[in-house]
Nanobody
């Protein structure tokens, strides 16, 4: 089992920045690819970014490319999502996920955090 705990969400004005963190416990963190997803009310869970086990490879949804940066620190069992130039339509609950197979589909990931709310005001 892997337990994931997100933090860093909050209220920010449009154009502002937030940094989300997700800390893992349980099994060896470096064995897992990690991803961030988000889900707005009434909408499906949406892929945001993913990172390989070593952190050497990242991939972003087109909607966030150039504004969001995902990174990981395997020594701290933590992944980060730096979000810049936030938009009101990005208001959602942001989830981190861990899995053995990397990809943009939620079903590929075995473990999920409880989510952290990000609210972007206009």
């Amino acid at each position: 089992q892997v337990q994931l705990v997100e933090s860093g969400g909050g209220l920010v004005q449009a154009g502002g920045s937030l940094r989300l963190s997700c800390t893992a416990s349980g099994r060896t963190f470096s064995n897992y690819a990690m991803a961030w997803f988000r889900q707005a009310p009434g909408k499906e869970r949406e892929f945001v970014a993913r990172i390989s086990r070593s952190g050497g490879s990242t991939y972003y949804a087109d909607a966030v490319k150039g504004r969001f940066t995902m990174s990981r620190d395997n020594a701290k069992s933590t992944v980060y999502l730096q979000m810049n130039s936030l938009k009101p339509e990005e208001t959602a609950v942001y989830y981190c996920a861990a899995g053995q197979i990397i990809g943009p589909t939620p079903r590929l990931y075995d473990y999920w955090g409880q989510g952290t709310q990000v609210t972007v005001s206009s």
